[in-house]
Each structure stands twice: as C-alpha cells, then as structure tokens.
C-alpha cells in the first residue's frame, strides 16, 4: 500500500483536496499518533465550558423548542382546525415537514452503510454526527403525522395491537406500511449509531475524572474493554448492519413516496416517484450535513478531522444527486405530455404556471441550479459558499415537497372544489418549531458525545496499518482455530 | 468462573492478607499494532488458550494472528431475518382474513375489509412490511446477539480495574493472559510475556 505518512504531512499540508496518482489523500490532517485523536475529541467533551457560539444557540433552539412545545399542545387541545387545512387540501405543511426531515434522515445512514460497504475511507470523519442527525431528524419527522392524526391519545392504532373492536390497520394501505419503514428505519439508525458509539463511550469512560461521568459513561459502554474476541464480533454485527441498512435506507422513501404515488391524484401517480424521492433524500439529507459540519468543526475545532476533503466530497455526492433530482423533474414533465392523460398533463402545468408557480420556481432554482454550482472545484472548496449553497437546497428541498403535496391537491379533477392553501400561524410555528427541536438534540449531543468516531477514525491512519514501518508486506501464518474462549 | 491462585512461599505467616490475592492474569502492554500482532502470533504458538488482546480499535490481522474462529453472528442472524419475514407474512394474512386465533395470547380475530376490490390475501401489497420486519429482525439480533455473545453488557471486568488498562481505549495495545490457564505459571508467563516486548507487565488482581 502506497500511502502519505502522517508524519510527512504533519503541520504542512494543509490542502488535501488535490488528487495526486499513486498516494492516498491524508484523512487525519497534523496528527501521528492515536492519542492525540483521543485527546481532541473528547476534550470537547470533557471541557467545563462550551463555546460562546454553543451557548448562543443551545439557548435560540430551546426558544424554537418552547414554540413547537406550545403549537403542538395547542393544536392537541383545539383539534387539527388550527392548521390551514381545507377540504381538498388535507395534508400540506405537517405531510410536507413530515417528507422534509425522513429525507434530512437518509444522509447518516447511507453515510455509515453504503459508505462503509464501498469502503470510502472518508467516512470516517464525518459519520458519527451524520447517524445523529438522522437519527434526530427521524424524530421531528415522526411528530407530524402522530399530531396530523388529530386525536393523539388513540395514535397506537397504528399498530396491529389487539384490541376490543376486533379492528387492525389495513395492511394493503402505504399510510400503514410508513408507519412500519418509518419505524425500522429509526430502530435500525438508532442501533447503528449506538454501536458505534460504544467503544468511543469506553474511552470517554476511562478518561472521566469525575465520578458522574464515569457513571454515566460506564453504564452506556456496556463494560467496553476492546478484547479482540470482541472486535471481532463487533466488526461482523457492524458489517451486518450495514449490509442491512443499504436496502433498508433505499426502501424508507420508496415507502414514503408510495404514500403519493399509490393514489390516484394526478401529480402524485407516478412510478417515477421511488428513485426520485430516494435521490432527493440524499441531496437533502447531504446538504444538512454540510449545514451542521461547516459550524461544528469550526466551534469545536475539528478542522484537522473534517479536513476540507470531506467536505468536497459531499459536495460531489449533492452535484450528482441533486443532477439526478434535475433529472427527474424534466421526466415528469415529459411523462405527463407523452402519457396524453388530460388530468396529468394539466396537474404539471398547473405546477408550473398555476397558482403556486413561485413554489415551484424557487423549487427549481435551489435544486436544479444551485446544485451544479459544484462542478467548480473552487466552490466546492471554499467553506462561506458550500454552507450558503447548502442552506439554498435546504429550503429547495423543503418546496419540492410542498409543490408536489399543495399543488396536487388544491387543484384536483373538478374546480368546483379547487382551494388555496394559506398556512396559519401554528403551521409556521410547528414548521419552526421542529428546527428547535432538531438543533437542541443536536447541539446536546456535540457537548456530551464523542462527535468524531474515535476508533474509526484511527483505523484509517498510516499509524493503524500492522505493517506500517516495515518494507514488505509480513502476514503471518494462518493460524488453525484453536478451542479457546471464542 | 475459578481464578488461580498465586502460590503463596510457605514461610510467608498463615492468615495474612497477601494469601487471600487471587489474581485474574498478567497484562502486557505494546505500543503499537505492529508490536502486537507479533506478539500475538507467539503467544497462540505458545499453547496458551485463556488468552485476549485488548485493543483501541481493531488491528487488522490480530483475528488471524490470535487465531480466531469466525463468529456464528451471520447465522443467526440470518434466521431471525427469516422469522421476520414469516412473522411479517402470517401478522398481514390473519388480520385480512376470518380467522380466529390466539397468536396474540389473547383471541383475536381477523378484519377481513374489501377495497377496491383487492383481494384480502394481496401478496404484493404485503411485500413493504415483511421486507420492513426482516431487517428489522435481523438488525436486532446483530446488535443484541453479538452483545450477548461477548458477555455485554457487564457492569464490572478485572481489567477495568486497573490504572494502567485505561490507556486500552485510548493509544496502548494489551495482551491478557488469564491464570485459569493451563500454561499459566507466574514467573514464566511474566518472563514469556517481557520477551515479546512489551513495554511492561503487570498483575491484574481479580
């Protein structure tokens, strides 16, 4: 294996976007040894302070949480009037926010399975904090439609739980089949995140000074002590879970988007719909992850971990994905003239020049234009634009959703029932809400948890490699497997 | 779980607190993976067989080096990828159908409900949840089988006793050689241990 040494990069490359043939790109930037990882990530942790920039935003998403706290109270105690709802428009921001955040939530885990299955090493730096992004944005998803429901307290009736009226769910429904994708998904995420975590709380454990964090770290690494016989268990459960996770990953928006795409509504009855929404997913879901790490890695000073080539990297992976979104609209097009379907043809022009046309063109410029901004490799590289361009696709992604439920639904087969969409107050404060709640999880967890995976991230340097200060290549011999405690 | 216990010099006075120290092994530490993979290979030679490395992160190699028999994780948790299918299957097909039936320990029926003239036994339209269940299934048993199978969680471990064992989560690399060991003998192991290089060896009291 030709590579860079981490001491021959020490303190002097600092660009490590530039591909030069024959040596792999350095992933940990001014480090050698592993303990110097250790030491700086968990000091983030460790630190009796958070930065200013921590506090100042921990206290706006807490005021944003507050909002959706009283939003949603209010709306449980009113009923689902409060919303602007009318009668052909019976789902628009609740459904909308609901897609937005499952779509937020697909970056962490193709991040961590279909990253890992392709062993792009880079993933390293950056999946510890994308699984818990969505593993938060799984969250504020599943808010929408358990308050959209309107009587909250019966919201177990999505589950086949026997009961007195002899009544299930309808399995032959996509609304049920959500609630079993949506469900996995957040399972699955949750015990991917945590057992990479594990081994990284056991270091946060045995680096506690004081007897609560000892405690408290101690209890969730499980009594981690990083035997081999462990690891090597472990790295089979996490290859499983990976291989497990592909599909899964692909599936939860392919379900999502049945939802649409299983009616019959002109706009929605698409079979394009699966690998449109799953590739609209990634773009978000990208896009939020460049949002988070361009501030994280500056507030805590992780710039030598998420180095520069992360970044440009997922700028690449939002150039294709969001191409692919490019793609998709201009087939829809295509396919509602071709089909010469009266109701479908008029469903996109009606999307395009009806009365939501400045959804949809703001829908368009973030998603199609901004994207492509990304083939310069200058762009990709330079940290104000990426975060400004993220935060474009970000409110793109969110009017893709909106165009494709509001304006399918307000102007459907007869204009007699056709109706405008305004939101109220409690449709924003919800929408708004569900941020606070999202950047409270998240802050919280960047101060108490390991944001880095500390023992992924040494595997991946020079230092980890057995063979690292010798010439030749040694193996040893194959051993035959012995009888002992295995 | 028996642990050896040191042999004691007769002149030493019975009773004494020193007599009652059992000990749960001998602890080598290394400094690098390269060290260690090295090591590992002479204490596997070496006969010993209660035995562990304890690493920061998995080194690549070591599982061979140790001598490692694959784990029966995929097995596993390929049945319980099966039993989420057919749970998924049977869960869908009884509650479209008449049936009645104590799966649920308590009796249920099912509820059988005609839409758009779809039949109540549609396996296409079965298909999201049983894939659903599998991975559910079979994510759960990967995660919590390999948790049991490695004897976690446990609230407590002889080596996270030790001052010199924090640094197995940080930057050092630990061969444990446990005295239940057929082959363990104090000294010898001790010398055998300082003679694979580590950068020192010390007792870990159970």
């Known amino acids: 294996m030709s590579s860079i040494r981490a001491d021959q990069v020490g303190g002097r490359i600092v660009d490590n976007t530039t591909e030069v043939p024959g040596t792999r790109a350095p992933l940990v930037l001014n480090m050698t040894t592993f303990g110097q990882v250790t030491a700086q990530v968990a000091k983030v942790s460790e630190a009796g302070r958070a930065p200013l920039a921590w506090y100042v935003a921990f206290a706006g998403s807490l005021g944003l949480l507050g909002l959706l706290g009283v939003c949603v109270l209010y709306l449980i105690f009113t009923g689902v009037g409060v919303w602007g709802l009318n009668t052909p428009v019976a789902w628009a921001y609740d459904i909308t926010n609901f897609v937005f955040w499952v779509g937020i939530g697909h970056a962490g885990t193709l991040i961590s399975a279909i990253l890992f299955l392709f062993r792009q090493k880079w993933r390293t730096g950056i999946n510890r904090f994308a699984e818990a992004m969505t593993i938060f944005a799984v969250m504020c998803a599943g808010i929408f439609p358990g308050i959209h429901v309107g009587r909250v307290w019966v919201v177990y009736w999505l589950f086949p739980l026997p009961n007195q009226m002899e009544m299930w769910p309808q399995f032959r429904s996509p609304l049920l089949w959500d609630v079993f994708a949506v469900g996995t998904y957040f399972t699955v995420s949750l015990l991917f995140w945590y057992t990479g975590l594990i081994p990284d709380l056991a270091t946060l454990r045995d680096r506690a000074k004081g007897r609560l964090q000892q405690v408290a770290y101690g209890l969730f690494a499980l009594g981690w002590r990083g035997s081999n016989r462990h690891w090597h268990r472990y790295e089979r459960a996490y290859l499983l879970l990976a291989a497990l996770s592909t599909p899964l990953v692909l599936s939860v928006h392919s379900v999502v988007s049945f939802d649409f795409a299983v009616s019959q509504l002109p706009g929605w009855h698409t079979t394009i719909f699966p690998p449109y929404f799953v590739a609209g997913a990634i773009f978000s879901g990208f896009a939020m992850v460049v949002t988070l790490a361009v501030p994280a890695r500056e507030m805590f000073g992780l710039k030598n971990l998420i180095t520069l080539r992360h970044l440009d990297n997922m700028n690449k992976v939002i150039l294709v994905t969001g191409s692919m979104v490019g793609y998709a609209y201009s087939m829809e097009f295509f396919i509602a003239w071709y089909s010469g379907a009266l109701y479908e043809k008029f469903a996109f022009v009606n999307r395009a020049f009806g009365q939501y046309w400045w959804a949809y063109l703001l829908m368009v410029s973030c998603n199609v234009i901004t994207p492509q901004l990304f083939w310069f490799k200058a762009i990709r590289t330079s940290i104000p634009l990426m975060f400004f361009l993220s935060l474009v696709v970000n409110v793109g992604m969110w009017f893709e959703r909106f165009v494709i439920i509001v304006s399918s639904l307000a102007n459907d087969f007869l204009p007699s029932s056709w109706e405008f969409f305004t939101p109220t107050w409690v449709d924003i404060g919800t929408m708004a809400g569900a941020f606070g709640l999202f950047f409270t999880l998240f802050l919280l967890f960047c101060r108490f948890l390991p944001m880095i995976a500390m023992a992924e991230v040494k595997m991946v340097m020079p230092a980890a490699n057995a063979h690292h200060d010798e010439d030749g290549h040694h193996h040893g011999t194959p051993a035959p497997a012995t009888g002992g405690p295995s | ?206």
């Open chain 2, 1 to 206: 779980m028996t642990t050896f216990e040191t042999s004691v010099p007769a002149i030493e006075p019975t009773g004494s607190l020193s007599d009652s120290v059992k000990i749960h092994g001998l602890l080598a530490e290394f400094e690098t993976p390269g060290d260690i993979l090295k090591a590992a290979e002479q204490v596997r030679q070496a006969g010993y067989r209660w035995w562990d490395c304890c690493t920061p992160f998995p080194v690549h190699g070591l599982d061979r080096a140790m001598g490692i028999k694959p784990t029966i994780l995929p097995i596993m948790v390929f049945f319980a990828g099966l039993t989420g299918l057919i749970a998924a299957f049977v869960l869908q097909a009884f509650t479209n159908s008449s049936g009645m039936s104590v799966w649920a320990m308590v009796w249920v029926t099912g509820y059988p409900y005609l839409i758009s003239g779809k039949p109540l036994l549609s396996i296409p339209a079965f298909i999201p949840v049983i894939f659903e269940l599998t991975i559910l299934f079979a994510a759960l048993t990967s995660v919590f089988g390999m948790l049991t199978m490695n004897g976690l969680p446990r609230l407590n471990h002889p080596l996270l006793g030790n001052d010199r064992f924090r640094r197995a989560t940080d930057d050092r690399f630990y061969i444990v050689i446990e005295a239940r060991d057929p082959k363990f003998f104090r000294t010898r192991t001790e010398a055998f241990l300082e003679s694979l290089g580590a950068v020192a060896v010390e007792e870990v009291q159970d």
